[in-house]
Nanobody, 123 residues
Framework: QVILTESGGGSAQAGDSLRLACVAS????????MGWFRQAPEKEREFVAS????????WIADSVKGRFTIDRDNSKNTVYLQMNSLKPEDAAVYYC????????????????WGQGTQVTVSS
């Protein structure tokens, strides 16, 4: 079992930046590839970004490419989502996921999920 704890959500204005963090209760060799997903009210969960166990390989969704980046610090068992130039459409609950065998946008390939952190963006 890997427990994921997200932080860093909150309220922002359009154009602002936020950095989300997700701390895993296990080392990278157990947490595997990790990712971020988001879900806005009355919408399906959407892939945002994924990063390999080593941190070398990354995949950013087209909807946020150029604005969001994903990184991980395995010495801290932490993955980060840096969100720049936020837009109102970025408002959602952001979920951290872990346990995938490699970078993937398929939520079904992640074994572990955090509780989510709310991001609100006002125009």
């Amino acid at each position: 079992q890997v427990i994921l704890t997200e932080s860093g959500g909150g309220s922002a204005q359009a154009g602002d930046s936020l950095r989300l963090a997700c701390v895993a209760s296990a080392r990278s060799d157990r947490s595997g590839a990790m990712g971020w997903f988001r879900q806005a009210p009355e919408k399906e969960r959407e892939f945002v970004a994924s990063i390999s166990t080593s941190g070398f390989n990354k995949w950013i969704a087209d909807s946020v490419k150029g604005r969001f980046t994903i990184d991980r610090d395995n010495s801290k068992n932490t993955v980060y989502l840096q969100m720049n130039s936020l837009k109102p459409e970025d408002a959602a609950v952001y979920y951290c996921a872990a346990g995938a065998g490699g970078i993937t946008s398929d939520s079904g390939r992640y074994s572990y999920w955090g509780q989510g952190t709310q991001v609100t963006v006002s125009s």
